[in-house]
């Protein structure tokens, strides 16, 4: 550590820690690529989540779980009958995309259990702490299998009611409440509500590594408007069905699938829009599809820009329609804001990682994180590492051993400054409201 570390002397970071839960959680849904498809509230996720339970009841947790399936465990690093209802918390998502890395979302939750195996190696030596501290697995962070994305921390933060979070269903008709209700993770506790709130991602970009660096700060968020659609067509055989006749729901969803590529061409760099899912129906060889279901997405870092991108949209929509004769049905519509990460975060883990040895980067993220779904909801933080070669919910992605040692260290130094460091050291501006108060 660097001079002016608030780890004390004797408590170790230890390395390659990370790397191997990792490898160990990679065994829950692992696919012969060497990735893993671990989706939400899934027998795979269910198994990913007993384990994790295990690990935290053998580093001194309480673990427990709220009604959409959050998973949290409290570590008592107060005194004793002093306990904070406001810990720091730290944490991630463990499912996974269809097919995804063993990356995404996990490395943010072992790094927090890490982090506090070295707390609670601090409170065992005797040393006091102002907070404590709480790790947690997310429910459905991906969307991969339920929509909307950032169901649990949305649930948390207010944006979502529990019987919202828990009637959407997958698309194979089971909601979520049935899903968590199989795998033994449809809870009752009461969400804590953090003091803070800090997260560690792989970058899923290529500046970090481009620029050689180990450690980003994220100081904002792009925007995004998402969209499930169905097109709305007629059944017809493929053969004898004359052409001028067909109303072919696929065909009125790939005019739509090219034109949002148009519009991501006219700014490039600005926008990104995709169609990432798609159901045909009947899904027949020789039958004009009636009907097509499909997620659209469109992101800009620029407000006006997705405003008038989103119009660009609409006026897709309208095209397709008058030339296939298909209706298109904006089934939901979902818009979440680019908004600033909180200043003082952004400060405090910049310090945390030049205490930790690191020169860190500013940087936005294009991704929704749960830390982007917590903002407004308590002082949050994120903080990247590099993705190798900047790949990204694929079976190939990647992050050094190094660069993970030392998203650790950081996370490390940022939550023996927001708990509070030991007795004898006094770093100022602790968060309002602690335990020793």
């Not at 339970?53 to 309480?62: H, I, K, P, S, T």
């Not at 040393?127 to 949305?154: K, M, Q, Y």
């Not at 709305?232 to 001028?244: C, I, K, N, S, V």
Request: aromatic content about 4%; charged content about 25%; hydrophobic content about 40%.
């Amino acid at each position: 550590m660097s001079e002016g570390s608030l780890i004390p002397d004797g408590i170790t970071i230890p390395s390659r820690r990370v790397a191997e839960l990792l490898e160990e959680f990679s065994a829950f849904g692992a696919r012969p690529d060497g990735g893993i498809t671990r989706l939400a509230a899934s027998k795979e996720d269910g198994l990913a989540r007993d384990r994790l339970a295990e690990l935290l009841r053998e580093a001194g947790a309480n673990v427990f779980v709220d009604p959409v399936g959050n998973q949290f465990g409290m570590f008592n690093l107060c005194d004793k009958g002093r306990a904070t209802t406001e810990p720091i918390m730290m944490g991630s998502h463990l499912d996974s995309q269809p097919n995804g890395g063993r990356i995404d979302g996990t490395l943010g939750v072992v790094s927090a259990l890490v982090v506090a195996r070295i707390l609670m190696s601090d409170r065992q030596r005797g040393h006091r702490f102002e907070r404590d501290f709480c790790v947690v697995n997310w429910t459905n962070e991906e969307g991969a299998r339920f929509r909307p994305s950032l169901i649990g921390s949305g649930y948390a933060a207010g944006r979502l009611t529990a019987d919202e979070a828990l009637s959407v269903r997958d698309d194979d008709g089971i909601s979520l409440d049935e899903a968590l209700i199989a795998i033994g993770y449809r809870g009752h506790a009461e969400v804590p509500r953090p003091a803070a709130y800090v997260e560690i991602h792989a970058e899923q970009g290529r500046r970090l590594e481009n620029a050689g660096r180990s450690i980003a700060i994220v100081t904002h968020n792009w925007g995004a408007a998402k969209f499930e659609i169905t097109a709305l067509g007629e059944q017809a055989h493929t053969g004898p069905t004359p052409m001028d006749d067909r109303r072919d729901a696929l065909l009125a969803a790939s005019h739509v699938v090219v034109g949002l590529r148009q519009i991501a061409n006219r700014w490039p760099g600005v926008v990104h829009t995709s169609v990432g899912r798609q159901l045909v129906s009947p899904n027949s060889a020789n039958v004009v599809p009636d009907r097509v279901t499909f997620s659209a997405e469109i992101r800009s870092d620029d407000k006006a820009v997705l405003a008038e991108a989103e119009r660009e949209a609409q006026r897709v929509l309208k095209e397709a329609e008058a030339a296939t004769g298909v209706r298109l049905r904006v089934d939901q519509r979902s818009v979440r804001a680019g908004r600033p990460m909180p200043a003082e975060m952004i400060d405090r883990l910049e310090a945390a990682s030049r205490r930790a040895g690191h020169e860190p980067l500013r940087m936005g993220t294009v991704a929704g994180h749960d830390a982007i779904g917590l903002l407004g909801y308590c002082p949050t933080g994120l903080v990247f590492v590099p993705s190798v070669e900047g790949i990204a919910h694929n079976a190939a992605e990647a992050t050094s051993v190094e660069d993970m040692d030392a998203g650790l260290a950081v996370l490390a130094e940022a939550a023996f400054d927001l708990c509070g460091s030991a007795a004898e050291r006094d770093p100022p501006n602790r968060p309002e409201g602690s335990c020793a108060e």
